[in-house]
């Protein structure tokens, strides 16, 4: 069980660009979540998935952002057009079905529009 | 609109005191989960503790403890026998137990140091 992974752990962009970053689940955990943490705050949920069906989206979670989990493994987050604003880390957790409560989160991806 | 508060910016204890981090809540709901998240520097978060609704008797691990008053809706977490180690962003989050819903709703957090 090698945890959450997320790359890439830091990002630099300039305004007005793309970006995408990767989330990968621990093995066999079916439901996936983002949430962003700005400086100073607890973070935010963003998206829920099961499997490959997203389930919940915060409406945090503008026209400009878009989540896809394909095939149920791993998840990409995508922010086009990317503003000051979006300057975050990103933080994705997975859990099991069948464990009630607990959520476990990578080390996160640190996001800085320029 | 459920909600978690922690009123503490900033906590510091002396190593091997103890500290109690506060949380309150609000929520209509009757069954849920509170948990504690530590989340280091430049590290990742991870459960400290958690603590089912329906359950009367507080939840411990080890150093950890909380005081759960569900009609406060208060949930303080203790730390004893603070160690280096513990410094960290202590975070008290919420999640209804039944429903769609399985989001955690986080407080902004405690920033814990502690002194040799």
């Known amino acids: 069980d090698t945890g959450v992974s997320q790359n890439p752990r830091h990002k630099i962009t300039k305004r007005g660009q793309n970006v995408t970053f990767r989330c990968d689940p621990i093995?066999?955990?079916?439901?996936l979540y983002w949430y962003r943490q700005t400086l100073g705050q607890g973070p935010e949920f963003l998206t829920y998935?099961?499997?490959?069906?997203?389930?919940?989206k915060s409406r945090l979670l503008s026209d400009r952002f878009s989540a896809e989990r394909p095939k149920g493994s791993f998840s990409t987050l995508e922010i086009q057009r990317t503003e000051q604003g979006d300057s975050a880390m990103y933080l994705c957790?997975?859990?099991?079905?069948?464990?009630?409560?607990?959520?476990?989160f990578g080390p996160g991806t640190r996001l800085t529009v320029t | 609109a459920q909600t978690v508060t922690q009123s503490q910016p900033e906590m510091s204890v002396q190593e091997a005191e103890t500290v109690t981090l506060s949380c309150t809540y609000d929520?209509?709901?009757?069954?849920?989960?509170l948990f504690w998240y530590k989340q280091p520097p430049s590290r990742q978060m991870i459960l400290v503790i958690r603590?089912?609704?329906?359950?009367?008797q507080n939840a411990t691990e080890n150093r950890f403890s909380v005081n759960f008053q569900k009609a406060a809706k208060s949930f303080s977490l203790k730390i004893s026998d603070s160690q280096l180690g513990d410094a960290a962003m202590y975070f008290c989050?919420?999640?209804?137990?039944?429903?769609?819903?399985?989001?955690?709703?986080f407080g902004t957090g405690t920033l814990l140091a502690v002194q040799p």
């Open positions: 957790a997975s859990s099991l079905t069948t464990q009630r409560y607990e959520q476990y």
């Open positions: 093995s066999e955990h079916n439901r």
């Open positions: 998935f099961q499997n490959e069906a997203q389930l919940e």
């Open positions: 929520t209509s709901e009757s069954d849920y989960y």
């Open positions: 603590q089912e609704a329906y359950k009367q």
């Open positions: 989050a919420y999640r209804p137990r039944g429903g769609a819903t399985n989001k955690l709703i």
